[in-house]
């Protein structure tokens, strides 16, 4: 087994296992630590297959982004003692039989499924030539959904500050 | 022009090449990153006292002291003893604390910082990984340093703590902004994130000379917000003394603290160092455009030198500004950042996408 494999394999089975834990953890705080973990072993696959752009972007947006948000929901409403309740035996129920139809069904699509190799000459894909797609206007390019996300984003954020603003009336605050 | 400069990668080549002859290719590439994770963990070590002891020197020129000067020559070994003696100190548990995320925390600190160090250039083809996405991958992984903060904040099950790690939490992610933005100038600049694009981008002068004035301002910028994203004086509100005793830490003693302690001056190297590679020119020596005699002097100074010179010159400018500027309060702080220095930083990158557009720059 060559070394790339073995990392492979690593990165594979943190990713299993820290999953797994995530949902069956009772402690909240440690199942968004283990959510950490999936989606720093996540960005190492990214690595591995040479796709930096993508890691970096795992690595800020969810790790340094989304779990941070969560873990400091979290961190104002939860204390250190908190356990959730065992779930209740129909929802264990439904949970696992959802686990096994889903699980079933993507290992049967995957293992039928022939891949083929493709013979064609791998792309190089640097920040550059992502730049350029993300902002180009001919073939290919990805101009107007960047764009329709930017407005979307920029809605979110004006809403956001609207729902956090306070109201005019009590914003006589210590102003120095 | 840059022939004089020793390449280091000669060196590592030739390392490569007598490990490939006695091993397998498998165990050379094992070999190797042990090798590397060796010198980074003992330079880590070496750095983190000889900057504590830096600090302490630093901090007694600004109050007219001179600090240490008992153990060793000079005081020099003060830092060592310290380090024996928190080593040997006891490791408080506490009660009632979740231990698993008690114990984590020191460590993603740590890592989040060692990450970051394999993809700082030192000299002339020393750099462990160049990657493509270079400074990129720098914020990536040093944005995972706040999640340590927060739980180890949070696991200790303490007031102290866990107002210290929201403080620090809301100080870092405000000033990440700040910190990508003022770095993102550069980026435009050079068209490239790739740290050794970046740094031979600058063979005919650094980008605060080239840049003009936007270039400076987002320098500025950067130290600003880099100092605050790092929780150092003044804005060292998380390690509050008078009202949150040691903030985020306070629950953690021995060499737990002293990994925390250890993670904030290995940032201060980081920031340093992301200074000097994006705006002092890495490792490029000093060049005055067709001054070729002084140029060629310059040139015999090892790159190695000229890197650590700028990085222990922009560390000295972070530690005066410790010692010398009051504390900011928690919401002068947010306002700063939000107010004053995002807006700032805003105008000032589309003003430098626009020289760039129209060729202004040398």
């Known amino acids: 087994m060559s070394l790339s494999a073995i990392i492979f394999y690593i990165l594979a089975a943190t990713i299993i296992i820290f999953s797994i834990l995530t949902v069956t953890s009772r402690r909240i705080l440690r199942a968004a630590i283990y959510l950490l973990f999936v989606l720093v072993a996540t960005a190492g696959i990214y690595f591995m297959l040479n796709y930096q752009f993508m890691a970096a972007i795992q690595l800020t947006l969810y790790s340094g982004g989304i779990v941070v948000l969560i873990i400091f929901s979290i961190m104002l409403t939860s204390e250190v003692g908190d356990k959730f309740e065992r779930p209740a035996l129909w929802k264990l129920l439904a949970g696992v039989s959802t686990f096994i139809i889903g699980t079933g069904l993507t290992l049967w699509v995957l293992l039928s499924h022939v891949f083929k190799v493709s013979d064609q000459q791998a792309i190089d894909v640097n920040m550059r030539s992502i730049g350029n797609s993300l902002l180009s206007l001919h073939k290919g390019g990805f101009v107007l959904p960047f764009e329709v996300i930017s407005i979307l984003l920029l809605a979110v954020m004006v809403a956001a500050i609207i729902i956090a603003k306070k109201e005019e009336d009590n914003t006589k605050s210590d102003e120095i | 022009m840059h022939d004089r400069i020793y390449d280091f990668s000669q060196l590592t080549h030739h390392i490569d090449q007598a490990l490939r002859s006695v091993m397998s290719p498998t165990w050379t590439v094992i070999t190797e990153l042990v090798i590397i994770g060796l010198i980074f963990l003992g330079f880590y070590a070496l750095l983190g006292l000889f900057l504590v002891y830096a600090e302490r020197k630093v901090c007694a020129l600004m109050q007219n002291r001179i600090g240490p000067n008992r153990v060793g020559k000079w005081g020099t070994l003060q830092t060592v003893a310290d380090l024996i003696k928190l080593l040997t100190k006891e490791l408080v548990y506490i009660k009632r604390s979740d231990k698993f995320l008690y114990n984590l925390a020191p460590f993603i600190v740590i890592v989040a910082s060692f990450l970051a160090i394999a993809a700082v250039p030192f000299a002339?083809?020393?750099?462990?990984?160049?990657?493509?996405?270079?400074?990129?991958?720098?914020?990536?992984?040093?944005?995972?340093?706040?999640?340590?903060?927060?739980?180890?904040?949070?696991?200790?099950?303490?007031?102290?703590?866990?107002?210290?790690?929201?403080?620090?939490?809301?100080?870092?992610?405000?000033?990440?902004?700040?910190?990508?933005?003022?770095?993102?100038?550069?980026?435009?600049?050079?068209?490239?994130?790739?740290?050794?694009?970046?740094?031979?981008?600058?063979?005919?002068?650094?980008?605060?000379?080239?840049?003009?004035?936007?270039?400076?301002?987002?320098?500025?910028?950067?130290?600003?917000?880099?100092?605050?994203?790092?929780?150092?004086?003044?804005?060292?509100?998380?390690?509050?003394?008078?009202?949150?005793?040691?903030?985020?830490?306070?629950?953690?003693?021995?060499?737990?603290?002293?990994?925390?302690?250890?993670?904030?001056?290995?940032?201060?190297?980081?920031?340093?160092?992301?200074?000097?590679?994006?705006?002092?020119?890495?490792?490029?020596?000093?060049?005055?455009?067709?001054?070729?005699?002084?140029?060629?002097?310059?040139?015999?100074?090892?790159?190695?030198?000229?890197?650590?010179?700028?990085?222990?010159?922009?560390?000295?400018?972070?530690?005066?500004?410790?010692?010398?500027?009051?504390?900011?309060?928690?919401?002068?702080?947010?306002?700063?950042?939000?107010?004053?220095?995002?807006?700032?930083?805003?105008?000032?990158?589309?003003?430098?996408?626009?020289?760039?557009?129209?060729?202004w720059y040398f």
Do not use: C
């Open chain 2, 124 to 359: 002339k083809g020393l750099q462990a990984v160049d990657l493509d996405i270079g400074i990129f991958y720098i914020i990536a992984v040093t944005s995972l340093g706040v999640i340590g903060i927060l739980l180890g904040g949070w696991a200790s099950n303490s007031k102290y703590s866990l107002i210290g790690a929201m403080r620090s939490g809301a100080q870092v992610v405000s000033y990440e902004l700040s910190v990508g933005l003022s770095l993102l100038s550069i980026v435009i600049f050079t068209g490239s994130t790739r740290l050794s694009t970046i740094i031979a981008s600058q063979a005919d002068g650094w980008w605060i000379f080239k840049g003009h004035i936007p270039a400076v301002i987002a320098f500025l910028i950067y130290l600003v917000a880099a100092t605050a994203e790092i929780n150092r004086g003044p804005f060292d509100l998380p390690e509050a003394e008078s009202e949150l005793t040691a903030g985020f830490h306070t629950e953690y003693s021995g060499i737990k603290f002293a990994m925390f302690f250890l993670a904030e001056y290995m940032n201060m190297f980081l920031v340093a160092a992301i200074a000097t590679t994006l705006f002092l020119g890495g490792w490029m020596p000093f060049h005055i455009g067709h001054w070729d005699a002084f140029n060629r002097i310059m040139d015999y100074i090892p790159s190695i030198i000229w890197f650590f010179g700028k990085v222990f010159f922009i560390i000295y400018v972070i530690m005066w500004f410790k010692w010398t500027f009051p504390r900011l309060r928690i919401d002068q702080l947010l306002k700063l950042e939000w107010k004053y220095l995002l807006p700032l930083n805003l105008i000032n990158t589309i003003i430098i996408a626009f020289i760039v557009m129209m060729g």
